[in-house]
């Protein structure tokens, strides 16, 4: 195996190494106040439609966007901003971390809280 296959340990660093990587880039474009005035890229058939999606979150506050909240019941999951003082367990991911949580590579993220909340809630990931 070799420093690039994802599927061994050999290849650990190296993914962790890309996946912080991008996500810092990532940040680094979404966090400026200015990123949401940019025109959206030139892809063909899709910048315009890009761009419509891009200005109609213009309305929302950046801080809405960027942190939120997660609820749980029998209905699925909610997703709603809040305040999370008082909450019994919260998660803080960065890009990076929910990468991993999604594909199934680890119960990422910074709890605070009640861990058995946190670990029943990163198990209901549908690992990809």
């Known amino acids: ?15 962790l190494r890309v996946v912080r990587d991008e996500a810092e880039r990532l940040f680094a474009l979404a966090e400026p106040e200015e990123a949401r005035e940019a025109p959206t890229d030139r892809v063909p058939g899709m910048g315009e439609r890009g761009n419509e999606q891009a200005v109609a979150l213009r309305g929302i506050p950046q801080k ?18 809040g305040d999370l003082t008082g909450m019994p367990t919260v998660i803080e991911f960065d890009a990076g971390n929910m990468v991993l949580a999604t594909f199934g590579r680890s119960n990422a993220g910074t709890v605070r809280g009640d861990l058995a909340i946190a670990d029943r809630f990163l198990n209901l990931f549908f690992r990809i």
């Open 1 to 15: 195996m070799n420093e690039w296959d994802a599927t061994s340990y050999a290849g650990k660093d190296t993914i």
């Open 64 to 81: 809405e966007l960027l942190d939120f909240r997660v609820s749980v019941g029998p209905g699925g999951m909610t997703y709603q901003t």
